[in-house]
């Protein structure tokens, strides 16, 4: 059974830094790429970094260009999300992503979001 399980959100000061975690399980994390989406009250799921199953090319949103850091580590089938500078704009549920099948480019997978797995989400709230 595929399982995506994130972690780690959590109260932070403007400017200040987080790290979401997501756990995987049932399938094998080095086949597939993945991605870290988020939803703003309001509004629809962004895809804000998204890497290929080969981990050769990541994908950044503009707004979170140089901010934000996407890792993987396949031995421990482990996703994460570094955060910096944290901005009010940032507050969001954050969900981590894999797909196997049907892996175009990144920036593809990140705006048409063709991922079938996802998390159940964590919240980043606004920073204060």
């Known amino acids: 059974q595929v399982q995506l399980v994130e972690s780690g959100g959590g109260l932070v000061q403007p400017g200040g830094s987080l790290r979401l975690s997501c756990a995987a399980s049932?399938?094998?994390?080095?086949?597939?790429?993945i991605g870290w989406f988020r939803q703003a009250p309001g509004k629809g799921r962004e895809g804000v970094p998204c890497?290929?199953?080969?981990?050769?090319?990541?994908y950044y949103a503009d707004s979170v260009q140089g901010r934000f850091t996407i890792s993987r580590d396949n031995a421990k089938n482990m996703i994460y999300l570094q955060i910096n500078s944290l901005r009010p704009e940032d507050t969001a549920v954050y969900y981590c992503?894999?797909?196997?099948?049907?892996?175009?480019?990144?920036?593809?997978?990140?705006?048409?979001?063709?991922?079938?797995?996802w998390g159940q989400g964590t919240q980043v709230p606004f920073p204060s």
């Open positions: 992503v894999a797909e196997s099948s049907g892996i175009t480019t990144v920036k593809t997978m990140c705006v048409v979001k063709p991922f079938s797995s």
């Open positions: 890497n290929s199953n080969s981990d050769t090319s990541t």
């Open positions: 049932g399938f094998t994390l080095e086949e597939h790429a």
